[in-house]
């Protein structure tokens, strides 16, 4: 298992956790889900009979043909609603039309200058219906692929919606990714639109979407269009004949635009994730089975109710921006609240500025925030009415019981449970967490798993292994939103997700069950790194340095990071000849950000001459953690050479 230090302390905080917070008794009564024997009853009830439970819970959704079939499992493949007909979009938006909701609020959006913007459910059907049909006048059919890179605008939902809405499949890429990645993404998935804005606000900068994409399309041969919505009012070249404004196209577009009846297993988005290879996996989710699973966890998990303004401050690029400030909400027919910039920009407390000027009452958020909030200290939160907030959650990475009681206490004010919910861009939905009016929460622990789901904590082999003991977290059955494969490779998601144990889901994350039962997510075992509750993978960051010319050899580990949960630290060994200095460090610190993106930069760059190896030749990361996380003061240029005869020593040991 990985980052063996950070997973004793872990051990170690859980055993000395022994606090339990009890749903109130006024919270559990008006909850859809009231008690822990109801939960019980529920799970078991979709345990017994998964086809019956899911078939009963896919009438959360409006469809326009029933399924014949609930599930097809030929191993690894599902198909859930076989036969079944229905549009996403429709059921985001235009069923809401026939209900009081046609005049509720469907987005409150806040840019970072402080820009606002209000959409209706009518006014984003009518945004949408205009944008599907200019996304068919360029030529898009059902079944092409289109990447959206845009800042956390309005238009970057309307997208995606316009997209389901006529059956093209969307592909978001972080803003805050590079032209190269950008590029990669774009040929993996064949995209021939980008959907992207001249630039996007961030700490007060201008990031400059519309040159790295200019810079992307040099090498992204299948993107035949480029749309462009003005959004910081830069001046940008426009390639005439391949890009085009937005507000030009939508001028004339009609805002009458039938949703098209797609098949249940119609794909609806890739979303990139990374793996232990250097390659980034397109994660594909189609369109039934990912709805239902979205829509019922949001409605159960976030216990959303018609009144609620629920706001989630992930990133559209990120699953979490896909599945509950997107689909999810908007099939429920929520108020979302959208907000593009910085927690920090002007001040530490504009997240708590929002909560209180739109009277949030649902807030989720990630454990690498809460660290940063902690870290600024309570008097931002405390100059901000913060009373309208009756439910927290959590996502992305193990929150720390530090952390979770700052939450309940500083947020939460002690008067609103928290969700501490473990999923991942694969599952496509919420697998473990507390269902708020039902289960008694434990800081640090993602509690149970939601009815539907079937999570084991194994060994290698598959073996169940005794509570309290460490193991691989696994699913035994699948579920509606999982994943379908990894886009134009089967093969490889065959592999790295079915074959890992055999015959269940391999999660590659550590876990252990307390003696009640509760589910500890400790992190990842393979060579993919949390780094702000986003997964980076090693490999990536390697090639990265690896490409730069002074370079021949990388090395890149997590440390333990009090507010970003692992901090990356890279060893790099140097070409002949080279000199190691500062200015270099920061050369290649810069190289990575613009290789991968600014999340990818690395905190700490140290030069080695050798890095230790097992005899065959395999980077020994262990004991680079080990170093990474104890050494803190070792010189400005590290040699390993004693490590690596240390290395020998330890394998000999295995
Ligand atoms: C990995 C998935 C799911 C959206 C955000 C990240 C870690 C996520 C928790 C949690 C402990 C968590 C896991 C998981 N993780 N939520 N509540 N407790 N760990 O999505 O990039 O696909 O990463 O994030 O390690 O495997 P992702």
């Known amino acids: 298992m990985s980052a063996a230090t950070a997973e004793s302390v872990m051990i170690e905080s859980v055993l000395r956790e022994k606090r339990v917070f009890a749903p109130a008794a006024e919270f559990s009564q008006r ?22 439970f899911w078939a009963e819970q896919a009438a959360i959704l409006d469809w ?17 609603f076989i036969g079944g007909q229905l549009n996403a979009c429709y059921n985001c938006v235009d069923r809401h039309l026939a209900t009081w909701r046609r005049n509720k609020v469907a987005i409150l959006w806040e840019g970072e200058p402080g820009d606002t913007r209000v959409l ?14 200019v996304l068919k006048q360029l030529g898009l059919t059902k079944g092409d692929r289109v990447t959206i890179y845009m800042p956390l605008i309005p238009e970057a939902v309307v997208a995606m919606l316009a997209c389901a809405r006529i059956g093209v499949t969307h592909s978001v890429v972080f803003g805050g990714f590079s032209a190269e990645a950008l590029a990669d993404r774009n040929n993996d998935a064949k995209a021939r639109v980008v959907i992207t804005a001249d630039g996007g606000y961030r700490r007060g900068k201008i990031v400059p979407l519309k040159a790295n994409t200019d810079q992307a399309l040099q090498r992204s041969p299948t993107v035949e269009k480029v749309v462009v919505v003005r959004r910081t009012g830069e001046n940008v070249p426009m390639t005439s004949g391949r890009d085009f404004w937005w507000h030009e196209l939508i001028a004339n577009a009609s805002p009458d635009c039938p949703p098209e009846p797609l098949d249940s297993e119609h794909p609806l988005f890739i979303l990139y994730t990374s793996g232990s290879t250097g390659k980034p996996k397109g994660v594909l989710h189609t369109t039934g089975g990912y709805l239902v699973g979205a829509a019922l966890t949001h409605k159960w998990v976030f216990d959303i109710r018609d009144e609620d303004t629920y706001w989630c401050t992930a990133d559209i690029g990120w699953v979490t921006g896909h599945s509950y400030s997107v689909y999810g909400p908007l099939a429920n027919g929520t108020t979302v609240v959208l907000y593009e910039g910085a927690p920090n920009h002007p001040r530490e407390d504009r997240f708590w500025e929002i909560v209180e000027r739109y009277r949030v009452s649902v807030f989720y958020t990630a454990p690498t925030a809460i660290r940063s909030f902690m870290r ?28 979770w009681m700052w939450y309940y206490e500083v947020i939460g004010q002690k008067r609103c449970p928290i969700v501490d919910t473990w999923w991942q861009t694969e599952t496509g939905m919420i697998m473990i967490s507390p269902l708020p009016g039902a289960t008694p929460t434990k800081p640090g622990s993602c509690t149970f798993p939601l009815p539907g789901v079937v999570a084991e904590i194994v060994d290698k082999q598959g073996r169940p292994v005794p ?37 269940v889901y391999f999660t590659a994350d550590g876990a252990r069950q307390d003696e009640d039962g509760y589910f500890w997510v400790m992190g990842r075992v393979d060579d993919v790194l949390n780094v702000a509750g986003h997964r980076l993978s090693t490999m990536e960051v390697e090639s990265a340095l690896v490409s730069h010319p002074k370079v021949t050899e990388a090395a890149a580990v997590g440390r333990p990071d009090p507010i970003k949960g692992e901090a990356l630290v890279c060893f790099v060994t140097l070409a002949a000849g080279v000199q ?12 990575v950000a613009k290789e991968i993106g600014p999340i990818a930069r690395p905190d700490d760059i140290r030069f080695t001459d050798a890095l230790p190896k097992t005899r065959s030749g395999k980077i020994m990361r262990r004991l680079l ?10 010189g400005d240029i590290t040699t390993l050479e004693d490590y690596s005869v240390l290395a020998r020593l330890r394998e000999e040991e295995e």
């Open 31 to 52: 909850a859809h889900i009231k008690s822990m024997d109801e939960y019980r009853a529920l799970w078991q009830r979709a345990y017994d009979d998964p086809e019956g």
């Open 64 to 80: 326009f043909r029933r399924w014949d079939k609930v599930l097809e499992w030929n191993e690894p493949f599902a198909k859930w």
């Open 120 to 133: 209706r459910y009518l006014d984003l059907h009518r945004e949408v219906c205009r944008f599907a049909n």
């Open 376 to 403: 600024w200290g309570e008097h931002w939160p405390k100059q901000h009415d913060l009373s309208s907030l009756r439910l927290l959650g959590s996502v992305g990475e193990p929150i720390n019981p530090e952390a």
């Open 467 to 503: 509570r309290g003991q460490g193991g691989y977290l696994v699913i035994k059955r699948p579920w509606p939103a999982m994943l379908r494969t990894l886009y134009g490779d089967d093969e490889r998601y065959r592999k790295q997700y079915w074959e890992q144990i055999p015959h």
């Open 580 to 591: 190691p200095s500062e200015a270099l460090k920061q050369e290649l610190r810069e190289h």
């Open 625 to 634: 953690r080990d170093i990474a996380a104890g050494r803190e003061t070792v």
